[in-house]
């Protein structure tokens, strides 16, 4: 349930972002609200069972691989980075500062970034 209500206020916040020029929001504001309200629901409606529970896929892979493994390298390499210039906060501030829209990026980078990165992916495991 937590889950859910948190992701629906995740999306809602980034389609805001997104469509900033067609309603007239500030991107760092639509941030901050969408950031704040998140939190303020996992806080606030979780308990602790609920707490233990949400982190269970890092405590399983916590058991079943020692801190050095491949996997936490790998990890780290995943989620280090975004294919989308909404899925950074530096990504968000480029947007404003050279008036970029979402959709420009999508049409134009993305693909390039996509390739890059699954290349990155490739090459990282070709090395283990």
Sequence with gaps: MVGILITIVFITGYLAIVMEHKIRVNKAATALVAGSLAWTIFIVLTTEKEKVTENIGTHMADTLYPTDHFFWEFLAYATRGSILIIGSASGVVAMGMERITFFWF???????????????????????
Excluded: D, E, P, Q
């Excluded at 999508?106 to 283990?128: D, K």
């Design 106 to 128: 999508l049409r134009r980078i993305s693909l390039l970034a996509l390739s890059g990165y699954l290349a990155g992916a490739f090459t990282y495991i070709l090395m283990f």
